[in-house]
């Protein structure tokens, strides 16, 4: 059973939604470009650790790297809060009923941010794992973050998210012990999906693997 | 900052969406009227442990209560396989590019299912906590499930989702040792929210917490 098609006038709105998306998000593309600046969209469930993730990276890395930060969410700037305390620039974008960050958002904070030359900005994109694969936000690279507490099958039954994703950061790994979980069977899920997807296994809360995030960080950037 | 305003066709467009939904949402509701059915929708994030609370319950007290189930997923059977293996009568509603379920697609869904009278009624939406909630399927109850491992803010940062439901169902509780969690917390945010959300803690792996669920699945149905 599928879902039923939509009308023909629905699916037009969403041809041109997409289409004036993809031009911004080009535009975006174009001002990291000009800046040397590595972009970076983490998209994950709601919960699975991209805050405390980018606390940590601030924290170990934030004196070594200039970073500027957006954070997506429903509701509240919390996110925000967090992260200003962690010692970066940070503008929090709240969606309201929407359910995914847009490239004409992105747009607007990083001319808000100005975010320096050779720096690195990541956006946090609402908690979804279905919504925010469709919209480009003019990122280098998409980060899809994983938690190991929500099951190994996850890439097949989101399959747009990790087809649209260049690494997968599968998180809080110090919970190993006490969950029955397949890192094995996660990574053939995934890759039966995307092929090309890198990996990472990190603990953000422990500290386990960050090490690996931050070379793959370094690597990525303009200047590397 | 918010996120701009959509343009008014689009706002249109979304009301009509909105109006035809919950008039089928109405039809459903009548129809598990007719029939003394007690429908729930299932919501959370990806991998809160929806099918596991299910795949329990039916073991449990399928014997006791007949049970139909509505899995919903944007791609993949697994989960109508994993609730098929556990004796329930089950239909897969595959979204593709969709985000949750909506009435239609339950309204189809039943009348495949033909779910008998006095019988219990189970909905699995998609794993998303912002789209499912504009989205009345004719339910009897809304119960949204979190896991501990999510962190206690989901209510405030999701708060139509917390807002719309009539149970918390707080699982994985078996995990609590392990974690830095505060179950008082997340119940305070979420009746920041909705002042008259009941809770249940459970760990559907280890069975913790699982013969209250029962109980209260007895008490909501219309016979009780």
């Avoid at 190991?148 to 039954?157: A, F, L, Q, R, S």
Wanted: glycine share 6%; charged share 25%; proline share 4%.
């Amino acid at each position: 059973m599928t879902a039923p098609e939509p009308s023909k006038t629905l699916v037009e709105l969403e041809r041109d939604i997409l289409d004036k998306n993809n031009r911004l998000a080009e535009r975006n593309r174009g001002f990291f470009e000009a800046r040397d600046i590595l972009a970076l969209n983490l998209v994950s469930s709601p919960g699975s650790g991209k805050t405390a993730l980018l606390e940590r990276t601030l924290t170990d890395i934030g004196g070594k790297i200039n970073f500027a930060v957006i954070e997506g969410d429903q509701q509240t700037s919390r996110d925000a809060e967090r992260i200003a305390a962690a010692g970066s620039a940070v503008v929090q974008i709240n969606t309201g009923k929407g359910c995914h960050l847009e490239a004409s958002m992105v747009h607007d904070a990083i001319r808000q941010l100005q975010p320096e030359g050779n720096s690195v900005v990541m956006i946090e994109n609402v908690g979804n794992l279905v919504c925010p694969s469709l919209f480009d936000l003019g990122e280098s690279k998409r980060v899809v973050v994983i938690s190991i507490t929500e099951g190994e099958d996850k890439p097949i039954k989101y399959p747009d998210m990790f087809r649209s994703a260049d690494l997968c950061v599968i998180n809080k790994i110090d919970l190993l012990p006490y969950l029955k979980f397949d890192l094995n069977a996660l990574r053939d899920y995934a890759l039966q999906v995307n092929p090309k997807l890198e990996f990472l296994e990190v603990s953000a809360t422990v500290g386990t693997g960050m090490e690996a995030w931050y070379q793959w960080i370094q690597q990525a950037r303009p200047s590397a």
